[in-house]
């Protein structure tokens, strides 16, 4: 028999996810020498790109120009994209074990974490993840109740999530205007009577996760003051130590010293950053969100030596109408593919799907991005660890025995969708809805104007 990933047997692989992680994958699988291969790439959504279209805040159109890497990845002939396809639904795992030699899942983290306090569930107690993809058209969160009739927000967290959500509720309407956000968020931020922002963090400003480039663009924002009470920024001795040689700490802390000693408050917008807190009940009133208690939190060590903020103070009352927690993501399981439940990742060993009871790998399934490594890292970050585990695969396929050859034709996995009434989206269909978005965006001076329902994809791609 001829051997795999040559020009009679071509590798065939799956991935599912066409977000970042899945598409890095890609592009490391085609520049792989001396492999013939042929990709299909499944996405839940008609659209591609995941996280660069639904996660990444509007404003921060120089991330997602590494679309034009993707679009490369999804034209060439090599690679096929079967949007508007749900695994576990519309495809299966004992579908893809038939036609696929190698399987990658690039699914990401999908469910956000809980903060597990009383009134966490009030209307207009979100997740930053609902409220992210509510002004990024995500069609999942178009409808999402936002109520910006308050005067001031909480937002619970110190990532670069909260302060993207933080920035997106005090930002010029003007400015958003110029980006490719959501119609809806668009008109519900213009009406917004939100004055003030809290972004709360429960340990201190040395442990903080945001990146520095996000803490400095709070102080760029037109119109807008950035707090910063100067006690919060007097160190412990573990976060003094923490300290040291810590460069992107460091640089954080000469950030928010500036943003405290600046004396000059008078801008109609303001967003506090407070460290050392969290709130430990959220408050409500006629039906909704009225208030958050917050208590005061000190530094210690746990029998590992990792850092913990404990209760340590009396209890406050911050008014307040709109809580957004940003405290985390978590990967789900899905079908056939074993989870590990402590880590809430695929349960893999570097990138390789592994029998949790055994430990052993199952051959021919690997995972990339948060799915594999937990929800950490940047965009970029998912670049070097699809490569790593496109490393493994190709490691791996000498002792590949691969899939039955009548089971090799192209046309076979186009057949089963269609037999099960699937309306697939193609790369050409995707360009067809990507140019409409694009026109329409022209026309009104700005990136694109998406389209935020299914529904209305589908009518676009099938009827212009």
Wanted: aromatic fraction near 6%; proline fraction near 5%; hydrophobic fraction near 40%.
């Amino acid at each position: 028999m001829e051997s795999l990933a040559s020009t009679s047997r071509p590798l065939r692989i799956a991935i599912i996810g066409a977000g970042p992680a899945g598409l890095y994958a890609a592009e490391a699988l085609l520049k792989q020498r001396d492999i013939v291969l042929k990709i299909d790439l499944f996405n839940h959504f008609p659209t591609p790109f995941g996280l660069v279209r639904y996660g990444v805040a509007p404003d921060h159109q120089s991330i997602k120009a590494v679309t034009r890497v993707f679009d490369r990845v999804l034209a060439d002939l090599r690679v096929r994209f079967f949007g508007n396809v749900t695994y576990g639904a519309d495809i299966h795992h004992q579908d893809l074990k038939q036609f696929y030699d190698q399987i990658i899942y690039a699914i990401g983290a999908q469910a956000d974490r809980r903060m597990g306090i009383s009134g966490e569930d009030l209307p207009n107690s979100l997740s930053a993840t609902a409220f992210v993809g509510w002004y990024n058209g995500h069609p999942d969160y178009r409808n999402l109740s936002v109520d910006l009739s308050c005067e001031r927000a909480i937002v619970v967290g110190n990532g670069n999530v909260a302060m993207d959500v933080a920035r997106m509720l005090v930002i010029s309407p003007d400015v958003l205007a110029k980006t490719d956000i959501a119609d809806h968020a668009l008109e519900k931020l213009r009406a917004s009577k939100v004055r003030e922002v809290v972004v709360l963090g429960r340990r201190g400003p040395v442990q903080s996760s945001f990146t520095n480039p996000e803490l400095k663009e709070l102080g760029k924002l037109a119109g807008v003051d950035v707090i910063v009470n100067p006690r919060d920024l007097e160190l412990d001795p573990i976060s003094m130590s923490a300290l040291e040689g810590n460069h992107a700490a460091l640089a954080n802390l000469k950030c928010l010293h500036q943003y405290a000693d600046y004396s000059e408050r008078s801008a109609p917008r303001r967003i506090t950053l407070r460290f050392l807190v969290s709130p430990v009940e959220i408050i409500g009133k006629d039906g909704g969100v009225a208030a958050v208690r917050i208590v005061q939190n000190e530094l210690v060590a746990d029998a590992n030596g990792v850092l913990r903020a404990q209760a340590c103070g009396e209890s406050e009352i911050c008014e307040a109408g709109l809580v957004l927690r940003s405290v985390g993501y978590r990967c789900l399981p899905i079908e056939g593919v074993p989870f590990d439940h402590a880590t809430s990742t695929m349960s893999n060993s570097t990138g390789r799907i592994v029998d949790p009871t055994t430990g052993e790998a199952v051959p021919g399934e690997y995972v990339v991005g948060w799915a594999k490594r937990g929800p950490s890292g940047l965009i970029g970050n998912n670049k070097p660890d699809s490569v790593a585990t496109v490393e493994a695969m190709m490691a791996d396929l000498p002792q590949l025995q691969g899939i039955h050859d009548e089971h090799r034709d192209l046309a076979r996995i186009e057949a089963l969708l269609r037999g099960r009434g699937i309306d697939y989206v193609t790369y050409h269909d995707w360009k067809a809805l990507d140019q409409y978005e694009l026109a329409y965006g022209a026309r009104r001076q700005c990136p694109r104007v998406k389209v935020t329902t299914v529904a209305d994809m589908m009518a676009i791609i099938r009827h212009g």
